[in-house]
T-cell receptor, first 110, second 114 residues
């Protein structure tokens, strides 16, 4: 399977609920990042977590990293309609390039 | 806020034609990248560029592809002889650090090969 796989592939929740997306990867990493992509637009960096960190917060975002399980999760609290987008994790695999996962398509229902 | 800009936003071309996609990275960034995303699929790495040379490239980046930084501000991706399967969104990105630093992406150039 691919480096960086998110699940679920698609998630629909009511506005105000929390959304949790998961990412698994295969190789060693220096850090893991989460990006957001609105339909047909470029990717926007959300948060970076280093391999020696276990949890990081930024506003309504909370990211966890478990290097022993090679997995990460992104939690968006108190979701808003504007959070509707695709969310990708990306890993560096110890080199320059970022490898992106398959993405989770999040739909927030007003 | 500084941003990465890409032109054109959409290009339609005939199979076999040459295409050049242009990018202006953020001015103080030193690392430059091209990624592509076929409709509905994952974002795939094509090439990274640093110090006026390719630092890494993927299997997708064959001899039909080339990159150039002709004038210190633009960063271009050339596809010499386009194929139908080159139809995709092409994203340029730049970074001020290597080894998995934050990437700043442009809005993309949609290439349609007929």
């Amino acid at each position: 399977s691919q480096q960086g796989e998110e699940d679920p592939q698609a998630l629909s929740i009511q506005e105000g609920e929390n959304a949790t997306m998961n990412c698994s990867y295969k190789t060693s990493i220096n850090n893991l990042q989460w990006y957001r992509q609105n339909s047909g637009r470029g990717l926007v960096h959300l948060i970076l977590i280093r391999s020696n960190e276990r949890e990081k917060h930024s506003g309504r975002l909370r990211v966890t990293l478990d290097t022993s399980k090679k997995s990460s999760s992104l939690l968006i609290t108190a979701s808003r309609a504007a959070d509707t987008a695709s969310y990708f994790c990306a890993t560096d695999g110890g080199n320059e390039k970022l490898t992106f996962g398959t993405g989770t398509r999040l739909t927030i229902i007003p | 806020e500084p941003e990465v800009t890409q032109t054109p936003s959409h290009q339609v071309t005939q199979m076999g034609q040459e295409v050049i996609l242009r990018c202006v990275p953020i001015s103080n960034h030193l690392y430059f990248y091209w990624y592509r995303q076929i409709l509905g699929q994952k974002v795939e790495f094509l090439v990274s560029f640093y110090n006026n040379e390719i630092s890494e490239k993927s299997e997708i980046f064959d001899d039909q592809f080339s990159v150039e930084r002709p004038d210190g501000s633009n960063f271009t991706l050339k596809i010499r002889s386009t194929k139908l399967e080159d139809s995709a969104m092409y994203f340029c990105a730049s970074s001020d650090s290597a080894l998995g630093g934050e990437l700043f992406f442009g809005e993309g150039s949609r290439l349609t090969v007929l």
